[in-house]
């Protein structure tokens, strides 16, 4: 069944676009994006200040210490801060891990940890891929129990966040083929970080390994994560949706600018129809981009088919409607935009990388396709 | 707040009327007319013009609501010219006499309205129209012609946009009226299109009176008013609320679905399915976030965007639907039979039909290119065309 929403923002989510605007208005540009993400990747100061904001525990359920707020909130922050390709963990720290953790079963560890989380003394990345990154396969760590101890060996690739966390947590296959998730402190000892060479310099990946790695049996937060990995991932999805309409937006208010300013043949390029039509191309994409990426926030937490429906098709939509946005906008600004200064190709990877992260949007039909069994 | 009152206060007026008429079992044009009575046939229009001066996303509340109950809203399409532009135009720059007189019967079907603005000569270019409008004391004498006039063969009355002075510049010579379709010199002739069939007409003009009472608007005021016609058709060509799996995508799925009864269905299908699909959704989902942002009574140039991609949506699906069927989609089952519908057809239910006569979705009511110029003009305010022909006295502005 559709679900009836409201596609106008709550006056909560007005309070938080116009928080987090004044956020990214003072602190980011294109050129402190490029000089953070030759370094860590992670803009330290902009996280801070949204961790004070408490914008990081948004999904944090109120019992678990957080704000209780729904997945189009948290959403809403995720697409202005990528307005400007703001490099912060915001995905997997405050939309990945608390969607994650909070569809486990109920357990003093997990409930300890996101009161922690939501405190935001400490920063937590979920890792659960095999040792290539791929995000279908099975979690490239198996896990092991010893006594009081849980021993964790293996490695997974393309953990997000995987050098700035300080808390990681595993999903790892036990003995018996269940899928467990299991707390590591980041500086346990047999954890090694790798910094994996990326595409979207904002969005570090990491590659995570793990040899005898030991923790307490207590560290277990959950026995059995097979749908809450599903949800997370959902939620991935829809943020990415969300993600991509700050995208639009920045890349058309960019490029209208300069197609208006820019004279060549004695007229502004944005009069001939060849620029004109394809500027307007992107404002049809980005509408209908912010109609899908709405829709799926709001029906996230409704029953499991409604919200895959609408997942899988903001993903399939806006992912790639980004993608081809950012190709066309450089087009359009020609030789300055394939410069290292200009602020375009900071877009055009953080879309490839996003539309590509999660599942291509191949990937996000097949899954569509089967949940509608058309 | 307002919003909350107008609904209950709609959903009394739904009820009353109900009570009085009910529409699984009161004739079409009975309904029509008690639910214009009751201020619920274009719910934004004021008292006594067939609405109550609500906000227009509410009509959608009503449309639904009738349809619930086992009514029809039929007429919406079956009159779209006139319900679906006319109307609105009537009510923007009419007299409270033309109002008084036309709205009624527009609503329920009994006259039945067209469009006469397009010429041989104007297309895009609709303000370089070259019909002529001559004053004579309380009457107007027109000559000219009009082209891809749908249902011209059955309206009693047409919206007619013609020069009243060529002396003037192209947009500021143009004076618009209502036409009676019955009056003398008015000669409407079939326009056989590629389906076979004259859904639309060419109308010859030859010394046509009418009365002043009948103009629309100023005199050298009829590009104004044409505007508001126009802004309205590409909402009503674009912004129906399906639900989902509904409009043209549905011949997509029915066709896949048989695909897999016979087992041929594959992999590469199933994708491009989807493709198009996603593509139907999303613009589904737009339609109904555009239509809940709605607020003022001219519609915004976003019904612009929803009318682009429709148009797109429905020669992409119907393209790939005939790739569907197979062997039949080289058929073409209901022939070519060259008659003239009585009912507007912008879109057939029957995918060969559709093929061909979705090729002019991106055509009517403003071609996509001329829809791309209003959005890269009026939303993202880039600049516009040279114009050649601005600040020209039309006589003088080259034409075929």
């Known amino acids: 069944m559709t679900v009836p929403v409201s596609f106008v923002d709550t006056e909560i989510q007005r309070d938080l676009r116009q928080l987090v605007t004044a956020v990214v208005n003072d602190q980011v540009s294109g050129d402190t994006v490029r000089s953070v993400m030759l370094d860590t990747g992670v803009d330290d100061r902009v996280y801070e200040t949204l961790v004070q904001s408490g ?4 999904l944090i359920a109120e019992d678990n210490g957080g704000a209780g707020a729904a997945m189009a909130d948290a959403a809403l922050v995720s697409e202005v801060l990528a307005t400007r390709v703001t490099p912060v963990p915001y995905l997997s720290a405050a939309v990945i891990i608390p969607t994650f953790l909070q569809h486990c079963e109920p357990s003093s560890s997990r409930d300890a940890l996101l009161h922690v989380l939501a405190a935001g003394t400490s920063r937590a990345t979920l890792v659960y891929r095999d040792a290539h990154g791929s995000v279908a396969k099975p979690s490239g760590v198996r896990s092991s129990t010893d006594g009081d101890r849980v021993r964790l060996n293996g490695v997974s690739a393309h953990v997000l966040d995987g050098a700035g966390a300080d808390t990681l947590i595993v999903v790892a296959i036990t003995d018996d083929g269940m899928l467990q998730a299991v707390i590591v402190p980041r500086d346990t000892t047999g954890v090694t970080v790798t910094k994996t060479p990326v595409l979207d310099l904002t969005r570090p990946l990491a590659t995570v390994m793990f040899n005898d790695v030991q923790v307490a049996a207590d560290a277990v937060v959950a026995s059995d994560v097979v749908s809450a990995l599903t949800v997370a991932k959902r939620a991935a999805l829809v943020a990415l949706s969300h993600e991509a309409v700050g995208g639009l937006n920045a890349l058309l208010t960019l490029t209208t600018a300069y197609a208006k300013q820019r004279l060549q043949f004695g007229r502004a390029i944005g009069s001939f129809q060849a620029v004109k039509h394809r500027l307007v191309d992107v404002l049809i994409a980005k509408e209908a981009a912010q109609s899908a990426a709405v829709y799926a926030s709001r029906v996230f937490a409704d029953d499991d088919t409604e919200s895959s429906i609408a997942a899988f098709t903001a993903a399939a939509y806006c992912l790639p409607a980004y993608v081809d946005a950012a190709l066309a906008c450089l087009q359009i600004f020609g030789g300055i935009g394939f410069t290292w200064e200009h602020d375009v190709h900071l877009h055009i990877k953080r879309a490839k990388a996003s539309s590509l992260l999660f599942g291509s949007a191949t990937h996000h039909r097949r899954d569509l396709a089967q949940v509608l069994a058309l | 707040m307002g919003g909350d009152s107008e609904r209950a206060q709609l959903d009394a007026a739904l009820d009353e009327l109900c009570a009085r008429f009910d529409p699984a079992t009161t004739a079409n044009e009975t309904f029509w007319g008690a639910q214009f009575d009751a201020g ?26 009738i349809v619930a109950r086992g009514g029809s809203v039929e007429n919406r399409l079956a009159n779209i010219l006139g319900i679906g532009m006319g109307a609105a135009t009537l009510v923007g720059h009419g007299t409270p006499e033309q ?11 009994e006259e039945i309205w067209c469009q006469l603005f397009s010429e041989p000569g104007a297309g895009s270019d609709l303000a370089a129209l070259a019909t002529s409008a001559v004053k004579d004391h309380d009457q107007w004498i027109l000559n000219g012609q009009k082209v891809w006039n749908t249902m011209a063969h059955v309206a009693a009355f047409g919206l007619i946009v013609a020069r009243s002075d060529p002396n003037a510049s192209k947009h500021a010579g143009l004076t618009y009226f209502i036409l009676d379709m ?35 608007g100023d005199v050298g005021g009829g590009w104004g008013v044409a505007m508001t016609t126009l802004a309205n058709e590409r909402v009503a060509i674009g912004g129906n609320e399906l639900a989902r799996g509904e409009g043209i995508i549905a011949q997509a799925i029915t066709a896949f679905r048989a695909l897999k009864e016979t087992g041929e269905a594959d992999p590469v299908f199933e994708d491009q399915l989807m493709t198009h699909w996603v593509a139907a959704e999303v613009l589904r989902l737009t339609t109904l976030r555009a239509n809940s942002a709605a607020s003022g009574k001219t519609p915004g140039p976003e019904g612009s965007t929803a009318k682009l991609q429709w148009a797109e949506l429905n020669k992409a699906v119907s393209s790939f639907t005939l790739e569907l069927l197979g062997p039949a989609g080289v058929t073409y089952p209901r022939g070519y039979t060259f008659d003239r519908p009585s ?13 061909l006569r979705s090729r002019a979705n991106s055509i009517e009511g403003g071609t996509s290119e001329i829809m791309r110029n209003i959005l890269g003009e009026r939303v993202l305010g880039l600049p516009g065309e040279p114009r050649v022909d601005k600040d020209v006295a039309w006589r003088d502005v080259p034409r075929n």
């Open chain 2, 182 to 216: 019955a009056s003398d010199g008015v000669d409407v002739r079939p326009l056989y299109q590629i389906t076979g069939e004259a859904e639309f007409n060419e109308v010859y003009l030859t010394d046509v009176v009418i009365p002043d009472t009948n103009r629309l």
């Open chain 2, 40 to 65: 619920l046939a274009w719910v934004w229009f004021p008292v006594g013009a067939g609405g109550l001066g609500f906000r227009p996303e509410l009509q959608h509340h009503v449309n639904a609501a």
């Open chain 2, 343 to 355: 009912e507007p057809g912008l879109l057939s239910t029957d995918p060969h039909h559709a093929f």
């Open chain 2, 99 to 109: 109002i008084a007189r036309f709205l009624r019967p527009m609503f329920t079907c």
């Open chain 1, 55 to 58: 914008v990081h525990a948004l």
